[in-house]
């Protein structure tokens, strides 16, 4: 996999502007958001320079992340939408695509170096979109995620995507806890034991359970 080249976001002037002022706004404050959480760090950075947090946060982010995928592959399997309401459907085609770009950057690099395509996907990310190489960029674009999964959110009877877009939100809320050292490995490893006592599982892979 090549290395690319760390280079800060920087606001630019959309030649067209959204017409609607609500989401003029939204997109103005995520760009606003995700440059600030860029701005200060390296200059030069590679596509192995990527900040991840306890395997098991990472762990969450990647089944979080996938689950959004898989719902917004479900709405996409409704044809009917497409013609009715196209612009949704774009939406959800938006969302499946931030989900997996997403679900690269928590993935361990050895396996995207191993699929070409992908690699070559997540190198052009780190170098367009550096943001994501930071655990408080992905915070907060998980939590941006979040907020597009709560505008279908209008019912109890939309009970998945509220669970989905709360997941994505605690998700964001810890990347940027563990970015600023907020959260101390050792609360992270103890919430780590408890689930796999619980789960029987060696979450974290260091060949114990409850260790």
Known sequence: SSSAHFVPARPSAARHRPRHPLLAAMVGGVAAALTGATTGFKAGITDHDIEQGPAF?????????FASLVCSIFKLAG????IGHPVMYLLYAYIALF???TMLFEAKHE??????FLSK???MLIKHC????????RGV?????????????????EILYMACASAMGFVGFLHLLAHFGIMPSHIVSKAVASLEKITNKDLDGDGKIGA
């Open 57 to 65: 946060l990472r762990f969450l982010g990647f089944i979080t992340a």
């Open 79 to 82: 044809i009917r939408s497409a």
């Open 99 to 101: 989900a997996a770009s």
């Open 111 to 116: 396996w995207i170096e191993k699929i070409s």
């Open 121 to 123: 996907y997540q190198d």
């Open 130 to 137: 550096s943001f994501l190489t930071l655990m408080a960029g």
């Open 141 to 157: 674009f998980y939590i941006f995620q979040a907020t597009l999964w709560l505008t279908f959110s209008d019912s109890l009877a």
